[in-house]
Every structure is written in structure tokens, then in C-alpha cells.
């Protein structure tokens, strides 16, 4: 066991390859279906909002849009502040990014390569902090808000998002991983421990930066339990508080209309998912000793 | 071409490293410029003592206040508590959480590691990369937004999942105006959302078995499914504990799904643990009791972590 090199699953295939042909078919048949139970909903929700308002409930249902009509994209414009909630939603969801890529960058470094007193418990209680759900911490930070007379504004939301333990914990790790040489070159060269962090190691750390930035986004782009609390005034909601709000105004009026709005609220976390999915998925499952 | 200053520099950094364990050598940092690594985590530690250490004290501290924000605070003891324990909306909202959070992680767990089991067997290529995007898919997408058109879906006279039942001769099913319905719609939508997190998980502990272990499988006659039973299920189960642990924190605090399907109803019977301590606070201005339910809710999620790593230690096996 010990000796030989591990082959992985995905190499598995060699040896049953004349044996199973027959269950390879039954196996993709199994995983289509779950794949159309995944993107069904999707692929309807798409193409009813590219159907006229007044067919939006009429069945059958239309799962891929032939004859688009986008009468229901110029209603939402109409019928919601859209370019509000989205300038709300990218400017909470981008400052809470570049803060949390800023602050788990320094810290992380601190963690992984300054050395001080008391470095292993602090970054014990940093990672105990994980533990505690935020909907336990809300009514303090409510209050805490409310006091120095932030509440019903977009700092509300983005203040308190910016310090990240997960983000911290990543950067560290990536740090950690980054060849200790580096240090004595620049410190035999002269370079002063900050000059060390802002041009030798901060820019090889920009694929886990990224990694901590990606996840923030996709994470803030859809939060829905903070803005709810956190802001009164609609100028204030950011994207997913709107658009629930305006299904409730609606009722089940003209749902093609609250779809194009679903529709548009997913143009930024599907370029995410096309241009960042990898690093989305080491995010996730990062620390989790896989 | 290294000179001899060089190469002590070095030797002591990497004595300094091997004593300190984790670290690298930043020597530099420790003997000119104590106060150099403070700069560095000012704003973490800082930012985080304020919006989550403070927080959680403070929490802790307000449920045994009771306090509506307008008049002064004022020292009542457990009576938070005693109140919160025995109301009847809380009681069922727990009970609520923790039926969700069995039933969905079940489906969640069981889903996640079916679908992973197919994928990772030989497929074409392209084919495996198609399901693992797709089943990843939900996870972008705000819980908010699937949950408006998830309604729409579950409508009982317009909705399609209505319409694809009747085409099989089912009557309509009464999905969010009964208990039942309601319960198995926020089930049903919260898995299909969150699946491919566990699943993602699977892949990787799946991707980490050696097929030499299948091969002595196949050699002793073991076949099929029984192959999964006792190699796949026994070498996972390190993967096994940490989703389900990931699965059960994240499930037990659920509340966008029911906020948006159900608002709670009807009755109570979606109403959760986070609804209600959200309601007491943010609709009632009763920040104590809020506080209290959250102080359980926070026990209870320490004592589940604490729970399964102690179980793990009887039932997972590691290589």
C-alpha cells in the first residue's frame, strides 16, 4: 500500500471496462434525471420571463424560450428601482470583497509569517469565532448600529462583514505555502518587513486573494437575512431584499415580470460560475480536509 | 554562492521555524518592530472584537435582560428563558428546526453521495464534468430568489409541479396552503439548493481512495453495490463526518427558504428556530427573549458538533 503510487478514482475505469457497459448507460440515465430535476427550475424560470406577462401562468409550461418577448424585462424597470438595488447590491457586495481580501491578506500574513506572543491563541479564538452563527450576533450588532447611528444605511451592511475569519484562515494557509525563502532574499536585499508582505509575497498570494474575494461576492451578492434587518428605506434594500418585496407586492399578478427580475439578479453570479467556478469550489470546500 | 552570514541567517531561520511549529522565519518582525505584526491584524482583530466578540458576550448578557430598546434595560434573571422554553410558537418552532434539520440532511447526505458514487465511475469525460457543474449550479444563486420562483413552481392550480403530477394522473397537491405540504416544499427546495455543497465533498473524499482497495475487492468477489457497502462507505466515513457536521450547522439555521415560501405558515408549521428569534427581535422589540432563543439555538449547535466528533471517534475509520 505504501509503495504503490494511489490511483484515483477517475482510474477506476480501466478495470471494469468490459463488465459494466450496460450500467455506465443506467448510471447516465440516473444522473440526466437529477440533472433535469437541478436545471428545470432554472431553464423555466428563464424562459417564462422571456413570455408575454399575460401567458406568464398558462400551461404547459414553456421550459426553453422560442419566442422571447421581453416586455417583462421593461416592466420590471418600471415596477422596480432596478438600477438602485443593483448600484446597492455591487457597492455593498464589492466594498466587503476588496475589505475582506485587504484585512484576511494582512492577517493572514501576520498568522503565517510574523512571529509574536500569543500568535497561536489568537488565531484559535479567531477560528472559534467560525462557530457562533451570525443570527446569534444580530440583535448585538443591530444595537451596535443603531447606537452610532448607521441603521437603515449600506455601511450598516458592510461594516460588520468586513472582518473574516474564513477569509483569515484561508490566507494563512496560502501563506504558509509560500516558499519561507522569499523572506531572507528580500531581507538580505533590505527590504523592510512591510515591503516584504507588499511586493514579494501579497502578489503570489493573489490566487487565494481571489479565492477569498470570489467567495465574499457570492456570498453578499445574495444575502437576504442582514439586509432585511439592516435596512428600512427601499432606497437602502440591496437586490434579493427587492425582488422578495416586489413578489409580495405582486402577489401572483404577473410573474414573468418578478422572473425577469430573478433573471437579472443571476447575470453576476453566473459570470461567477463561469469564470471562477474553480476557485469557488476550493473555497468552499477549503478547510475542510479534503 | 551563498556567503557564510547567508547560510546562518538561514540555519536560524529554520531553527526558529522547526521550534515554532507552523511558522515561517520572520525573525525580522519579532527583534526591530515588536509592534509590526499589531499593524498587520489591527483591522482584523479590531473589526471582529467589535462586530462578533463583543456580539456574542453581549447576547449572552441580554437574555437575562429584558428590553424593548424604548425604556431603560432592566435584570430579570432565567425568567427570558422560563418564558421563551414554554411558549408554544418557540416550542414548535424548535421542534420544527430539528424535524428539517433530520429529514433534509437525510436527503441532503444520501442525494450527495449517490449522485457522487455515479459521477466519479467511469463516464465519459466531458459527461462528468457536465453533471459535476450542474450539481454545483444551485450553489450560486441567492436562497432568496430560488425560493420566489420555487412558489411559483409550487403553485397549486398554476404551478408546474402540479401540472407534471396530473400528467401522471395525480390530483393537485395543496403544496403551501397545508402543514404538510408546506413542511415538504421548504425540505424539498432547501436540498435542491444545497446538495451539491455535500456533494462537492463526496467527489473530493471519493477522488482520495485508493482503487487498489476496490481491486482487493473485486478479487475476494465482492461486486456492485456491495462493493460501496463495505469499501467506499467505511474509507468516506472521515468525509461522511465532516459533511454531515457542515450539513446539520448550516440546516439548523435556516430561515430564508420558510421567510420567503411560507412566512412561517400555516400556523406555525414552517415557523423555525432563526424566524422566530428574527420575529421577537426585529417584530415584537423584544430583545431579550431574542437573545435567550439564541443563546439555545447556539448550545444546541455546540453540543451537535460536539457530539458527532465523539461519535466519530467509535464509527469513522481512518486510514
Redesign the interface.
Given at each position: 500500500?505504501t509503495t504503490?503510487i494511489?490511483?484515483?478514482?477517475?482510474?477506476?475505469?480501466v478495470?471494469?471496462?468490459r463488465k459494466?457497459d450496460w450500467s455506465?448507460a443506467g448510471?447516465?440515465v440516473?444522473?440526466s434525471l437529477?440533472?433535469v430535476?437541478?436545471?428545470g427550475?432554472?431553464l423555466?424560470?428563464l424562459s417564462?420571463s422571456l413570455r408575454p406577462p399575460a401567458e406568464s401562468?398558462q400551461?404547459?409550461?414553456s421550459f426553453l424560450p422560442l419566442n422571447p418577448d421581453f416586455v417583462s424585462y421593461g416592466q420590471v424597470f418600471k415596477q422596480l428601482n432596478i438600477v438602485g438595488l443593483v448600484l446597492n447590491s455591487a457597492l455593498v457586495t464589492g466594498l466587503i470583497a476588496v475589505g475582506q481580501m485587504?484585512?484576511?491578506a494582512?492577517?493572514g500574513?501576520?498568522?503565517?509569517?510574523?512571529?509574536?506572543r500569543g500568535?497561536?491563541a489568537?488565531f484559535s479564538?479567531?477560528l472559534a469565532?467560525m462557530?457562533?452563527?451570525a443570527?446569534?450576533?444580530?440583535?448585538?450588532?443591530?444595537?451596535?448600529i443603531?447606537g452610532v447611528g448607521l441603521s437603515d444605511t449600506l455601511m450598516a451592511l458592510i461594516?460588520?462583514a468586513?472582518?473574516?475569519?474564513f477569509g483569515?484562515f484561508l490566507m494563512r494557509q496560502y501563506?504558509?505555502g509560500l516558499p519561507?525563502?522569499l523572506?531572507?532574499a528580500a531581507?538580505?536585499d533590505g527590504a523592510s518587513?512591510?515591503r516584504t508582505?507588499r511586493s514579494v509575497y501579497a502578489p503570489l498570494a493573489m490566487p487565494g486573494l481571489s479565492i477569498v474575494g470570489i467567495l465574499a461576492f457570492?456570498f453578499h451578492?445574495?444575502?437576504?437575512?442582514r439586509p432585511?434587518?439592516m435596512t428600512i428605506s427601499e432606497e437602502n434594500f440591496t437586490?434579493?431584499?427587492g425582488?422578495?418585496s416586489l413578489?409580495g407586492n405582486l402577489g401572483?399578478g404577473s410573474?414573468s415580470v418578478?422572473?425577469a427580475g430573478?433573471v437579472l439578479?443571476?447575470i453576476p453570479?453566473?459570470v461567477?460560475?463561469m469564470f471562477g467556478?474553480r476557485a469557488?469550489?476550493d473555497g468552499?470546500?477549503a478547510g475542510?480536509?479534503? | 554562492m551563498s556567503t557564510a552570514s547567508e547560510t546562518r541567517v538561514r540555519n536560524k531561520a529554520l531553527r526558529g521555524n522547526s521550534t515554532s511549529g507552523a511558522g515561517k522565519p520572520g525573525r525580522s518582525g519579532r527583534e526591530r518592530q515588536p509592534w509590526l505584526p499589531w499593524v498587520f491584524l489591527a483591522p482584523t482583530i479590531v473589526g471582529m472584537g467589535i462586530f462578533t466578540l463583543l456580539p456574542i458576550i453581549a447576547s449572552v448578557a441580554l437574555a437575562f435582560f429584558r428590553w424593548d430598546i424604548i425604556s431603560a434595560p432592566s435584570f430579570v434573571g432565567f425568567d427570558n428563558f422560563a418564558e421563551v422554553v414554554q411558549d408554544p410558537t418557540v416550542r414548535m418552532s424548535f421542534l420544527n428546526t430539528i424535524l428539517f434539520v433530520v429529514v433534509a440532511v437525510a436527503l441532503q447526505l444520501g442525494l450527495a453521495l449517490g449522485l457522487a458514487i455515479m459521477v466519479q465511475e467511469k463516464l465519459p469525460a466531458w459527461l462528468r464534468v457536465f453533471f459535476r457543474s450542474a450539481f454545483f449550479f444551485p450553489l450560486i444563486l441567492s436562497a432568496a430568489s430560488v425560493s420566489i420562483f420555487m412558489r411559483y413552481l409550487f403553485n397549486e392550480q398554476f404551478g408546474v409541479v402540479n401540472w407534471l403530477l396530473s400528467l401522471v394522473g395525480i390530483p393537485a397537491v395543496p403544496w403551501l396552503t397545508t402543514p404538510g405540504g408546506s413542511a415538504a416544499v421548504v425540505i424539498l427546495v432547501y436540498v435542491w439548493q444545497n446538495f451539491g455543497f455535500s456533494f462537492l465533498l463526496f467527489i473530493g473524499g471519493l477522488a482520495s481512495i485508493p482503487v487498489e482497495t476496490y481491486e482487493a475487492a473485486s478479487l475476494d468477489g465482492a461486486t456492485g453495490w456491495r462493493k460501496h457497502v463495505h469499501v467506499t462507505l467505511p474509507l468516506l466515513s472521515p468525509t461522511t463526518l465532516v459533511a454531515s457536521v457542515m450539513a446539520i450547522i448550516n440546516a439548523l439555521q435556516v430561515f430564508d427558504q420558510p421567510f420567503v415560501l411560507t412566512r412561517g405558515g400555516p400556523g406555525d408549521s414552517t415557523r423555525t428556530a432563526v424566524m422566530v428569534i428574527f420575529e421577537s427581535a426585529f417584530q415584537r422589540l423584544e430583545f431579550g427573549q431574542a437573545s435567550a432563543i439564541g443563546v439555545i439555538l447556539t448550545l444546541i449547535i455546540m453540543a451537535i458538533t460536539a457530539a458527532q466528533f465523539r461519535l466519530s471517534k467509535r464509527f469513522v475509520f481512518y486510514q
Amino acid at each position: 500500500m505504501t509503495t504503490t503510487i494511489k490511483r484515483t478514482a477517475a482510474e477506476r475505469v480501466v478495470v471494469h471496462r468490459r463488465k459494466f457497459d450496460w450500467s455506465v448507460a443506467g448510471r447516465i440515465v440516473l444522473l440526466s434525471l437529477a440533472a433535469v430535476l437541478v436545471l428545470g427550475p432554472v431553464l423555466w424560470t428563464l424562459s417564462t420571463s422571456l413570455r408575454p406577462p399575460a401567458e406568464s401562468f398558462q400551461l404547459p409550461p414553456s421550459f426553453l424560450p422560442l419566442n422571447p418577448d421581453f416586455v417583462s424585462y421593461g416592466q420590471v424597470f418600471k415596477q422596480l428601482n432596478i438600477v438602485g438595488l443593483v448600484l446597492n447590491s455591487a457597492l455593498v457586495t464589492g466594498l466587503i470583497a476588496v475589505g475582506q481580501m485587504i484585512t484576511a491578506a494582512l492577517a493572514g500574513y501576520a498568522f503565517a509569517n510574523l512571529r509574536f506572543r500569543g500568535r497561536n491563541a489568537l488565531f484559535s479564538i479567531v477560528l472559534a469565532t467560525m462557530m457562533v452563527p451570525a443570527q446569534v450576533t444580530i440583535v448585538p450588532v443591530f444595537m451596535l448600529i443603531r447606537g452610532v447611528g448607521l441603521s437603515d444605511t449600506l455601511m450598516a451592511l458592510i461594516l460588520p462583514a468586513i472582518p473574516t475569519a474564513f477569509g483569515t484562515f484561508l490566507m494563512r494557509q496560502y501563506f504558509l505555502g509560500l516558499p519561507a525563502d522569499l523572506a531572507e532574499a528580500a531581507a538580505i536585499d533590505g527590504a523592510s518587513p512591510w515591503r516584504t508582505f507588499r511586493s514579494v509575497y501579497a502578489p503570489l498570494a493573489m490566487p487565494g486573494l481571489s479565492i477569498v474575494g470570489i467567495l465574499a461576492f457570492n456570498f453578499h451578492w445574495n444575502e437576504f437575512f442582514r439586509p432585511l434587518i439592516m435596512t428600512i428605506s427601499e432606497e437602502n434594500f440591496t437586490l434579493p431584499l427587492g425582488l422578495v418585496s416586489l413578489q409580495g407586492n405582486l402577489g401572483t399578478g404577473s410573474i414573468s415580470v418578478v422572473l425577469a427580475g430573478v433573471v437579472l439578479s443571476m447575470i453576476p453570479a453566473l459570470v461567477v460560475f463561469m469564470f471562477g467556478q474553480r476557485a469557488l469550489r476550493d473555497g468552499l470546500t477549503a478547510g475542510t480536509g479534503k | 554562492m551563498s556567503t557564510a552570514s547567508e547560510t546562518r541567517v538561514r540555519n536560524k531561520a529554520l531553527r526558529g521555524n522547526s521550534t515554532s511549529g507552523a511558522g515561517k522565519p520572520g525573525r525580522s518582525g519579532r527583534e526591530r518592530q515588536p509592534w509590526l505584526p499589531w499593524v498587520f491584524l489591527a483591522p482584523t482583530i479590531v473589526g471582529m472584537g467589535i462586530f462578533t466578540l463583543l456580539p456574542i458576550i453581549a447576547s449572552v448578557a441580554l437574555a437575562f435582560f429584558r428590553w424593548d430598546i424604548i425604556s431603560a434595560p432592566s435584570f430579570v434573571g432565567f425568567d427570558n428563558f422560563a418564558e421563551v422554553v414554554q411558549d408554544p410558537t418557540v416550542r414548535m418552532s424548535f421542534l420544527n428546526t430539528i424535524l428539517f434539520v433530520v429529514v433534509a440532511v437525510a436527503l441532503q447526505l444520501g442525494l450527495a453521495l449517490g449522485l457522487a458514487i455515479m459521477v466519479q465511475e467511469k463516464l465519459p469525460a466531458w459527461l462528468r464534468v457536465f453533471f459535476r457543474s450542474a450539481f454545483f449550479f444551485p450553489l450560486i444563486l441567492s436562497a432568496a430568489s430560488v425560493s420566489i420562483f420555487m412558489r411559483y413552481l409550487f403553485n397549486e392550480q398554476f404551478g408546474v409541479v402540479n401540472w407534471l403530477l396530473s400528467l401522471v394522473g395525480i390530483p393537485a397537491v395543496p403544496w403551501l396552503t397545508t402543514p404538510g405540504g408546506s413542511a415538504a416544499v421548504v425540505i424539498l427546495v432547501y436540498v435542491w439548493q444545497n446538495f451539491g455543497f455535500s456533494f462537492l465533498l463526496f467527489i473530493g473524499g471519493l477522488a482520495s481512495i485508493p482503487v487498489e482497495t476496490y481491486e482487493a475487492a473485486s478479487l475476494d468477489g465482492a461486486t456492485g453495490w456491495r462493493k460501496h457497502v463495505h469499501v467506499t462507505l467505511p474509507l468516506l466515513s472521515p468525509t461522511t463526518l465532516v459533511a454531515s457536521v457542515m450539513a446539520i450547522i448550516n440546516a439548523l439555521q435556516v430561515f430564508d427558504q420558510p421567510f420567503v415560501l411560507t412566512r412561517g405558515g400555516p400556523g406555525d408549521s414552517t415557523r423555525t428556530a432563526v424566524m422566530v428569534i428574527f420575529e421577537s427581535a426585529f417584530q415584537r422589540l423584544e430583545f431579550g427573549q431574542a437573545s435567550a432563543i439564541g443563546v439555545i439555538l447556539t448550545l444546541i449547535i455546540m453540543a451537535i458538533t460536539a457530539a458527532q466528533f465523539r461519535l466519530s471517534k467509535r464509527f469513522v475509520f481512518y486510514q
